[in-house]
């Protein structure tokens, strides 16, 4: 017996592969948080040898849940401002930002990790301020995490942001035993000059990192640029090289079909923020069209300040019902086509699929076990129309990063609930 394995065993396994694949009765056998063996049937008797094992019995396993775009520690402003269109919001949220400590930013994040890890997500890609104590409660939880200090020119001085931002990525990237990935990240173009943007995309291919930003979001997002610059947000950060790096592109709501051809040219993936879309009415991202013309496409929450939950069960399950109503077609984003958004098509569009996205051998073992038991999946017809459609985070009985186990049982194994609570409520009463 060694302590680096881990066996699930009599589970029913949806790895995400294809479309057909299921295992309804099998194991997954996991060496030094990569997985070595997903079969069908009773494990073999060496696998006895086991470290831990978790009995999967009534649970399937998806590959973990795949955050593409989310602020975490902006949670500590959960309904703070809500009920306004994206530029009113921005603005009542940067004047609190403005006095928000890194203490704060700490504790915002980790009441983030908590609800993501409770809901089954293993994997989340964020752009704030303070990241360096983000990056502490990524080493802390065990999650694994995309993570760029986001940069607001405005009157700052764009090349010490772009000093502190480069250093950051130098000093973190695959911090926490690798589960940290490092990027960079103007904010918008809207609040990053074209000329900061061309440096900054310098300075990615120097240190061969990806960009993280926000892209075609709203339709005064269009204007501000158009009359600034002449062209769409897209067609300039094409013109200016943004594209020649993988670009994580968080929203994508405003595209014409010639804008559309440049993302699938360039190396985007587009993450779709249905929830926060909705809620700030910034519009219905063309996803059905973007997948069909082969753009990657991921999905993200944004953050508890604009959603107001990082539950990625709801936020797929939003993606597929909004495509469904907007277009007026039923058959429209499929419930496999919005779990793939989640699993291994979000793992490819935040650059990690080598790694993430699918249970297979060589893979991380990033791993999310879901309770199938409860009284609203039952009778089990159709697996993934009830993950989609039926499924919530209440159901997510073990979330497992790197084949360590984060989530127990539904009990937290890394992070203690009721010291973040406290925390929480203190900097709520001293900062709203």
Known sequence: MTDNTLLIKNVTILPMTDEETLIENGYIYIENGVISEVNEGLHPNHLNNAHKI?????????????????HTPMSVLRGYADDLPLMEWLQKIWAVEGRMTENDMYWGSMLSMIEMIKSGTTTFSDMYYGMDKVATGVEKSGLRALLCQGIIEGDSNGEELLATTTDFVERWNKGANERITTLLSP???????????????????RL???IHTHLAETRDEIAIISERYGETPIQ???????????VIAAHGVYLTDEEIDIL???KVGLIHNPKSNMKLASGVAPITSLIERGVTVGIGTDSAASNNVLDMFEEMRFASLLQKVNLENPTALTAYG???????????????ENNIGKIEVNKKADITLVNLSNVHLQPINDIISHLIYSAKAEDVAYT??????????GHLTTIDEEEVFWHIAKIKEELL
């Open 54 to 70: 978790i009995d999967g019995h009534k649970m399937v396993a998806i590959p973990g849940l795949i955050n593409g775009h989310t």
């Open 187 to 205: 904010h918008a173009p809207y609040t990053c000059s074209p000329e900061l943007i061309e440096k900054l995309v310098e300075e990615a291919h």
């Open 208 to 210: 061969d990192c990806s």
């Open 236 to 246: 300039l950060m094409d013109k200016i090289g943004l594209f020649t790096r993988h």
């Open 264 to 266: 699938q040219k360039g």
């Open 338 to 352: 919005s779990l793939t958004m989640g699993t291994s098509m979000g793992a490819q569009a935040v650059g990690l």
């Open 400 to 409: 497992i990063v790197d084949g360590n186990i984060l989530l127990e049982n």
